[in-house]
């Protein structure tokens, strides 16, 4: 209770019974978990844990958040000496329980060799602690999943392979909502930026149904060749124009490459993190997320840049295999049913978000 009602004698009666009460409660079991990390050194305070102006808006770097240098510093050092997995958020969804847990590592970190071992071993506690309490479905968010750290999850599938607890990578869902994000009519794409499984799956997909897919690199364009059927190999060019309305882009997308693309071009990520936005004549959309329905309950703060109530599709696969009773792993070169996937999100109440207005 405030303070000034222990003062003024206006304070509930029933308080400290209620106290005593909350403190001999059983810890609540989460049904489904979502495994994140911190992103920026900064990002602590955008989490419910730090402040909740700025949680309950997407990230954006605040310039007052420098004069917290020395306590962001020192918080640094803590985590990296001393680091250990930590709630973030819990939600109900139904009739499911729902918790969003961070590692205590930062985006940069994930590309350091001599951290990758640390990183995995937080990986694999986290799932060892969610299967001990019960949990059904752990989706792999951000840089968790990464081909490069854990083979998109599958590592730790090899290394416990009676594991109970279903891994999700969410990458199914993640190219149902690019797919269809693509405005109806397109008949050309361009593909940019580095290619990862749901690149590739995007691609696939698109060339078989006939619609052009370009890329400049010509390492991509022989590897994404190798997975097409020789009808759907036709869709599939090899070419330095800039042209294409339609940009379907990932991490390492460049500023001098965005500053080719022509006026109103749509920029649609299929990544983890969103472009660096250089271009104000151009449209620029959400990484996979989906507007989530009303009835998420206890939503307080933003999933990252993202807006508020809008969640990345990788969190919300793992939340429809728990729903769904699919007792079984995605993670690896393993792909969900994307057309089941679609269909089970709308009917669970999740839509795509507004298109972004210039």
Not at 160 to 180: I, Q, R, T
Not at 183 to 191: D, E, N, R, S, Y
Not at 200 to 229: M, N
Not at 324 to 332: K, L, P
């Amino acid at each position: 209770m405030p303070f000034y009602d222990y003062v003024y004698g206006t304070m509930d009666k029933a308080t400290d019974r209620l106290h005593i009460t909350s403190l001999l409660r059983q810890e609540e079991l989460p049904n489904v978990v979502h495994l994140t990390h911190l992103t920026t050194p900064e990002s602590i305070y955008h989490t419910r844990l730090g402040f909740a102006s700025l949680a309950s808006r997407p990230y954006t770097f605040k310039w007052y958040l420098c004069l917290l240098w020395p306590v962001t510093f020192w918080s640094i050092v803590v985590t990296w000496i001393y680091g250990k997995t930590f709630v973030v958020e819990r939600n109900m969804f139904k009739n499911l329980k729902l918790q969003t847990w961070a590692i205590p590592k930062y985006k940069i970190q994930y590309f350091m060799q001599w951290q990758r071992e640390s990183i995995n071993n937080l990986i694999e506690e986290a799932m060892l602690e969610a299967e001990e309490r019960g949990t059904k479905v752990l989706s792999l968010g951000l840089l968790n999943q990464v081909e490069e750290l854990n083979g998109n999850g599958e590592l730790y599938i090899k290394r416990h392979p009676e594991l109970k607890v279903k891994l999700v990578d969410g990458s199914s869902l993640a190219v149902a909502v690019v797919l269809n994000s693509i405005p109806k009519g397109t008949t050309q794409v361009a593909l940019r930026g580095n290619l990862s499984k749901v690149a590739y799956s995007i691609a696939f997909i698109l060339c078989r149904r006939g619609i052009q897919v370009a890329t400049s690199h010509e390492d991509d364009f022989t590897r994404i060749k190798e997975t097409l059927e020789t009808k759907a190999q036709d869709s599939l060019v090899l070419t330095r124009s800039f042209a294409q309305p339609i940009w379907l882009v990932g991490e390492g997308l460049s500023e001098d490459e965005q500053l080719k693309a022509s006026k109103g071009t749509i920029f649609i990520p299929f990544s983890q993190f969103p472009p660096k936005k250089v271009r104000k004549d151009c449209f620029y959309y959400n990484t996979p997320a989906m507007l989530t329905p009303k009835y998420l309950e206890n939503v307080d703060s933003c999933e990252n840049w993202l807006p508020r109530r809008v969640m990345s599709a990788w969190r919300i696969a793992g939340i429809l295999h728990a729903l769904e009773g699919w007792n079984v792993h995605e993670c690896g070169n393993m792909m969900f049913n994307i057309d089941k996937v679609w269909q089970a999100s709308l009917q669970h109440g999740f839509i795509l978000p507004p298109c972004p207005q210039n």
